[in-house]
């Protein structure tokens, strides 16, 4: 009769293969997917393994490459890395192709497919979980960077009437604007950029989404209060335990305010359908992750007494 140290044994031999994937970045020591990932295997019953990837700024190809030589079937890409991850990749998904950055690998063989679920993500968790239809919206995305870029196809694609794109470079806001401007007239959507100084006084929105660092940074993009419509909505792609500092701003003048955090969850969620065709239920993970976020807020109070 083997004894229970041999059961073991055979139990591990005999186990069904577990598939391997992860987020790779630098910095990553901070990365919330492992846990988000864990949830999403164990709710839908598929075996797979979850890590955290740290990759040298000078060798990101070499240990996606070393990742995928060990067996590993998929990564999430996150800073510096995701313009390094769409060179790589031999096919694209269309929302990879117009972000021109690749959050999300998969790996078949000598294939590399790359995608882009960010923006995806977003729309889910304004659409879905807060249950705000973009459809006809009046639309202010604040930012011109790699954030904002990765959004505005899925945003088009809701059919917002009008998206100005303000950024404190002009120059990089219009290059976003004749870069979508194709999508826009497809989707019957006004697509405007400009600087932060030309959002005039009769401008006024019903979304307004933060695509800055600028929460992070201890500031807010300067922007007038006058551009929150009636009962806006103000999204702020960054997310803490507390509310951040452009929510605070927004909510002084009666906006609805939503940090990134669902927006997190919802672009792992697409990635994870990406890979295993099986798209997890978001809510109660979502639920899970803002109550330990606050919970890590409590403790970090206490140690601060």
């Excluded at 769409?86 to 999300?104: I, K, P």
Aim: with cysteine; net charge negative; glycine share 10%.
């Amino acid at each position: 009769m083997p004894s229970s140290f041999q059961e073991a044994i055979l139990a591990a031999v005999n186990a069904p293969p577990t598939d391997r994937y992860g987020v790779i970045g630098n910095p990553i020591s901070h990365s919330k997917s492992p846990t988000i990932h864990a949830a999403f295997a164990q709710q839908t019953g598929e075996l797979v393994r979850y890590d955290r990837i740290y990759a040298e700024l000078i060798a990101f190809e070499e240990t996606v490459l070393t990742f995928v030589r060990e067996g590993g079937k998929g990564l999430n890409v996150t800073v510096p890395f995701k313009l390094d991850a769409y060179s790589m990749c031999t096919s694209l998904s269309l929302r990879a192709e117009s972000a021109g950055a690749v959050n999300t690998l998969k790996f078949d063989g000598d294939e590399v497919f790359g995608d882009n679920t960010d923006g995806v993500g977003l729309m889910r968790d304004i659409t879905h979980n807060i249950g705000n239809d973009l459809a006809g919206e009046r639309v202010l995305l604040l930012g011109a960077g790699g954030a904002a870029r990765g959004v505005l196809l899925p945003l088009l694609e809701h059919k917002p009437s009008r998206v100005f794109i303000a950024n404190r470079t002009a120059d990089r806001a219009n290059m976003l604007v004749d870069r979508f401007e194709i999508s826009a007239k497809l989707h019957d959507a006004e697509l405007v950029g400009g600087g932060y100084d030309e959002l005039a006084v009769d401008d006024v929105f019903d979304v307004i989404i933060n695509a800055t660092a600028s929460s992070l940074q201890g500031g807010v993009p300067p922007i007038p209060g006058t551009v929150f419509g009636p009962n806006a909505l103000a999204y702020d792609m960054m997310y803490a335990a507390q509310p951040t500092l452009f929510m605070q701003f927004a909510k002084r003048y009666d906006a609805r305010t939503w940090d990134g955090l669902g927006m997190l969850v919802e672009q792992a969620a697409e990635s994870f359908f990406v890979w295993r065709g099986v798209r997890p239920d978001t809510a109660p993970v979502l639920l899970g992750m803002r109550e330990a976020l606050q919970g890590e807020a409590v403790v970090a109070a206490r140690a601060r007494r």
